[in-house]
């Protein structure tokens, strides 16, 4: 039974397993956990049993979030990682103590699903570009052979497969070329041979701005704005023929795909199967200072309030709505303790499951 649910060949359905079997398969990679791999089971079958309700009554179930009680290497990021791989949900993981409060430097709490929205995007749009690869690749591989063997020029007054007084049919010798540059081509005898080819500019770096610390948005905005500047201009680049064959393939593959449909399918998985796994949230679950760098912890509680209840964050694709979105959070919960939280942040888990470490085997002298 194992074997048919791990098969590679045959990816699996997760609409189609019950509890028990997703929690044989998260078997397959975490030792142990018993409890905490069957409620986060019962979560990814839950969701499954939400979307067979009529609409009327799917947006009034809402998900358990739950809390993973246990010290560091027991496996808990690794348990919501692979539940999210198993769901082919988007997924994102983050530290809780990374956020502050608004008003201090450093990232707000909506910045996470902003994040997770992006992977979403990501996801879909890889799916879409493996479908159309093979008509890209094909295109691209003409528009190689374009720039290898350029089209010959139409001349006032020919007739084009008439030939002129010699008799020969440039057309017809053309073909004949482009043929056996085709075959060349497939055959890899060109790959040594470069050629010169336009490319896109990219737009401003990643990363350029973002390293002050809380700036993730207006980094994010002007490259929308100044990077649009840049990739309407071309430049001259010179690349063998496999590099500028595996070029002229992505840019195929982007033509083919409708980036405004797919990005409308990504948030709809963020909101309908997104998963938000926030780690060390203990940290921030200590009880609140005058001064120090912990001033800021029940701040971030209360900002992160709003979108585990469910909100609708902005971000620059359009609304996301995050009512429906599976939040695990985790913690060593050696100095502070659940208790310690606000009390309306505990309310929106109430599933809490300690997760244990696996006991070190016995090993024999003898």
Request: a neutral charge; one cysteine or more.
């Amino acid at each position: 039974m194992m074997k048919q649910l791990t098969s590679e060949a045959e990816p699996l359905n997760v609409n189609s397993l019950t509890p028990r079997q997703i929690v044989e398969e998260l078997n397959r990679y975490v030792i142990g956990q018993k409890d905490a791999k069957r409620m986060v089971a019962i979560a990814l079958r839950n969701r499954w049993r939400r979307q067979q309700l009529s609409p009327d009554l799917r947006d009034e179930v809402m998900p358990k979030n739950i809390i993973m009680i246990g010290p560091t290497g027991v496996g808990k990021t690794e348990i919501a990682r692979r539940l999210a791989k198993l769901a082919q949900a988007p997924f994102i993981k983050i530290e809780a103590s990374k956020f502050t409060e608004v008003g201090y430097v450093g990232r707000d709490v909506e910045s996470l699903i902003r994040d997770l929205t992006e992977l979403s995007i990501n996801m879909v749009k890889t799916t879409r570009l493996e479908t159309v690869q093979q008509k890209a690749e094909h295109q691209a591989e003409e528009r190689l052979l374009d720039l290898l063997l350029p089209p010959p020029p139409s001349r006032p007054g020919f007739v084009e497969g008439t030939g002129e007084a010699t008799g020969h049919a440039p057309q017809d010798s053309h073909e004949s070329t482009r043929s056996k540059l085709r075959l060349q081509l497939r055959e890899g005898k060109l790959d040594d041979r470069t050629i010169e080819m336009d490319v896109k500019e990219r737009g401003l770096p990643v990363g350029v701005i973002s390293n002050v610390g809380g700036l993730d948005d207006l980094e994010s905005n002007l490259r929308d704005m100044l990077g649009g500047m840049f990739q309407g201009k071309k430049k001259k680049r010179v690349m063998k023929v496999p590099e500028a064959l595996k070029h002229l393939s992505q840019e195929e593959a982007q033509k083919l795909i409708d980036m405004d449909d797919a990005i409308r399918e990504a948030i709809t998985k963020v909101e309908q199967t997104g998963i938000v796994f926030l780690d060390e949230i203990d940290k921030i679950a200590g009880r609140e200072r005058t001064m120090g760098p912990d001033v800021s912890r029940e701040g971030v509680q209360r900002d992160l309030l709003p979108i585990v209840e469910g909100c609708t964050v902005t971000t620059k694709h359009g609304p996301v709505v995050t009512d429906h979105i599976l939040f695990i959070a985790a913690g060593a919960f050696h100095v502070a303790k659940p208790s310690d939280l606000i009390p309306e942040l505990q309310g929106r888990f109430p599933i809490r499951v300690n997760s244990v470490p696996c006991p070190k085997p016995i090993l024999s002298v003898f």
